[in-house]
């Protein structure tokens, strides 16, 4: 899943296309970004957010005491003035239909750039190495304390301490949750979204981008096909780096052709 994602940067319409249909859309709001950067607030299960009036409604049984019903409506209105304190109404996705979802082919491109930067920097860190300052300048739009990216940093310490910032606020945009759970096989953690209104496509993507990150042996992406691999020596920095796969299908000669025919281009130019 998170690989063939970190490929659609670059990738054309249908491709995109393609892929959704087959995991899922990302929830994207008018904001260009995954509706659960601004979800409703988690309520009681009696009261739920209602997208046709924007407001929360309490949703309650017919044969309920009017004590009792009194109650929740109070307390959904709590909600109603919690929401707007925290700055209106919440993101929702753009749904033109009953299962269908309208979504800017843009901002599909913008984090998959993104989310494919953040896991070059995370290799580099792993490698020991400086990442590249183009994959910092990738990640300024969806990262909100910008003046932590803006600051120019000395060490890769200071560049997994910077990551590790952005990371965790991605994990909490998508609403991941560490459970406990104890089965009659025994016990388990997981990552689970415990809130209906967040899970989505993206609570998957960062799910396996934390554990990916977490590797202590180290992982390079794919400069052709946006893959995660293992190199088998450690990669230069400014270089790109191509998996098995790709070397096998002569990638890095088609790309090194496409260079040297820019460049020329340019020269002509000039």
Known sequence: M???FLALGRATDDRILKYAREWGVLGICPCGLPHTHNPPIEGLPFARWDQRSHRYRYIVAEDLPKEEAEKFETWATELNE???TRGG??????IIAPGTCREPLTAWRELSSATRSAMNIGAAIHSGQLPEPDDWNNLR???SARAAIAWNPSDVEDHAWILSAVVNEWIEVAGIRPQFQWAPTGTNIILACPNVYVGTLWT????QLIFILNRSGGF???SGCGG????KKKPSRGVRRYCEDCRSKKVPERDAARDSRARKKKRGRT
Do not use: D, E, K, N
Request: some cysteine.
């Open 204 to 207: 998957a993507l960062m799910s």
């Open 220 to 222: 390079s992406v794919c």
């Open 89 to 94: 109404q919440p993101c929702q996705p753009q």
């Open 141 to 143: 739009r969806f990262y």
């Open 82 to 84: 919690r929401q707007i």
């Open 228 to 231: 995660i691999f293992v190199p």
């Open 2 to 4: 998170l690989t063939g």
